[in-house]
């Protein structure tokens, strides 16, 4: 809220109130002169002074507010991790002479030296600006402090918290500009993160806080069958459409979807969340209720504060989905990895409307994987379309991604790309299916990431290893 300033009519006079001076001259009169020689000065001097300076005060007060308008941003606000973000991104913050050092990202701090994983290192040191910060913004000279709650309140969940005044010189309108820009940049980063926020127990009280941000990923990153990934994805933007609620509501029929993904660990539940979540733009919100912490009364004002429309991803049995206070607009993610073991009363329709299944992975995932692991991406082929899409089985690229003119490094390209389909092949033939997750498989890759070679060279012996330890699912 930017503060307004104070009109002409209510500037304080200058000219001090006689009658405070006729006031004390009246009734101390006997005693200011044996004032007056016992300290050797004229003490009229210094009670004309104070009733000027007393009304001096509000006066540069009024031009302060004036010339030196300010605005506040609360962290209860979306606006606050927004500024946050667009501070963090900016030199002055990098080079601020007050800082606060730490080892571990918070939750309100951004950064782009994220690893791939949207995971900080958690070795690296970083640094965001704290008290007062000077620093320019188009050719206007401003002010960033950040204030502790704690200064003003004794509240626990106030105690670590803080707000933060920008202050401008002459014009409120720079201010505006900053603030529109932080919004939009903060924006944009949304549209090509998916932000995931975690319950987490605070002063006694559940909150949901921002856990971590992942760039998108494409539908084609999962190892799924096609058929399966589509129809999932256009149910849920079915369910999302503008359309569907009124269509719901006019039958008497409460708005809610719900997904139940299982299989064994490390076949792709969780990703396939994270993938619907990117496709669509929607942030996740995740919640266990494994935690003994947890109460009846918590999980009803977790599901309370949820923003209409985004997902929420349960790892745990869930019993409260579709109560009589039940929020409605949302989707409801279950993962587990022993379906035989849920209560049917949890999982019967209605609250469950759609199921997948995930298995181990057959010949097809396999070869699927190695082609998107080892081949290299040409300029024209977008990440949207599955890497056998892109080279055929026979090793031949599909004339639907080669580009009409075709540079010397997609030749090379190209050449590389015809290898790698041939030695997919190999590799699915020694492959045994339906007994490795995809994460195991991956795993595997990666520990030959720059041969591919070597990936077909050593599967046998990584299948008989991997059998010898029994249970290799994790």
Same mark, same amino acid.
């Given at each position: 809220?930017? =503060? ?33 020689? %016992? ?23 009024? !031009? ?15 606006? +606050? ?28 701090? @951004? ?13 690296? *040191? ?8 000077? @620093? ?12 502790? =709650? ?23 309108? &720079? *201010? ?26 605070? =002063? ?6 921002? %856990? ?5 990923? +494409? ?28 269509? +719901? ?44 912490? *947890?109460?009846?009364? #918590? ?17 745990? /049995?869930?019993?409260?989905?579709? $109560? ?7 989707? *409801? ?22 199921? &997948? ?12 994987? @190695? /082609?998107?692991? +080892? ?58 299916? #339906? ?7 991956? $795993?595997? !890759? ?23 330890? $029994?249970?290799?699912?994790?």
């Amino acid at each position: 809220m930017f =503060y307004s300033s104070m009109n002409s009519s209510s500037i304080p006079p200058l000219i001090p109130d006689m009658t405070v001076l006729n006031t004390i001259l009246r009734d101390y009169s006997s005693f200011l002169p044996a004032f007056s020689s %016992y300290f050797h000065s004229d003490i009229l001097s210094y009670l004309l002074l104070t009733v000027v300076l007393a009304r001096i005060i509000p006066f540069l007060q009024y !031009f302060g507010t004036y010339f030196f308008p300010s605005v506040e941003i609360r962290f209860s606000d979306k606006l +606050y991790r927004a500024l946050h973000f667009w501070v963090s991104q900016q030199q002055f913050a990098k080079n601020a002479s007050n800082t606060i050092a730490t080892t571990e990202a918070r939750g309100d701090w @951004f950064d782009d030296d994220n690893n791939g994983n949207g995971i900080r290192n958690d070795k690296e *040191l970083l640094y965001t600006p704290t008290g007062t910060t000077t @620093f320019c913004y188009k050719w206007h000279l401003l002010w960033l402090k950040r204030v502790p =709650y704690a200064t003003k309140t004794s509240t626990p969940m106030l105690l670590d918290a803080e707000y933060i005044v920008i202050t401008a010189f002459w014009s409120s309108k &720079v *201010l505006k500009r900053l603030l529109e820009n932080a919004r939009q940049l903060y924006i944009d980063y949304e549209r090509r993160h998916t932000i995931v926020y975690r319950a987490t127990k605070r =002063y006694g009280s559940f909150q949901w806080l921002q %856990y971590t941000s992942t760039p998108h990923r +494409y539908l084609s990153s999962v190892i799924l069958g096609e058929e399966e990934k589509q129809n999932l994805l256009a149910d849920v933007k079915q369910y999302l459409d503008q359309a569907t609620p009124s269509w +719901y509501h006019d039958r008497g029929i409460p708005y809610r979807r719900g997904y139940l993904l299982y299989g064994p660990p490390g076949t792709g539940k969780t990703s396939l969340v994270l993938v619907i979540a990117g496709e669509l733009r929607l942030g996740i919100y995740l919640l266990n209720l494994n935690t003994n912490s *947890l109460t009846e009364e #918590g999980l009803t004002d977790l599901f309370r504060t949820l923003p209409r429309r985004w997902r929420l991803s349960l790892s745990t /049995l869930l019993n409260t989905i579709d $109560g009589a206070g039940a929020p409605e607009g949302h989707l *409801l993610f279950m993962t587990t990895n022993h379906r035989q073991k849920l209560d049917p009363a949890l999982i019967r329709p209605g609250r469950v409307d759609k199921e &997948v299944a995930f298995r181990m992975a057959d010949k097809a995932a396999a070869k699927e994987l @190695f /082609l998107k692991i +080892y081949t290299t991406p040409n300029d024209s082929s977008t990440s949207k379309t599955t890497v056998s899409e892109q080279v055929s089985t026979n090793g031949a690229l599909n004339n639907s991604s080669t580009p009409k003119t075709t540079t010397l490094e997609q030749v090379s390209t190209n050449h590389a790309n015809k290898g790698i389909a041939t030695l997919a092949e190999a590799f699915t033939e020694l492959f045994p299916a #339906g007994e490795f997750t995809v994460a195991e498989i991956q $795993g595997y !890759f990666l520990s030959h990431k720059n041969n591919a070679s070597a990936s077909v060279k050593g599967i046998q012996k990584w299948v008989e290893k991997t059998r010898k330890k $029994g249970k290799h699912t994790v």
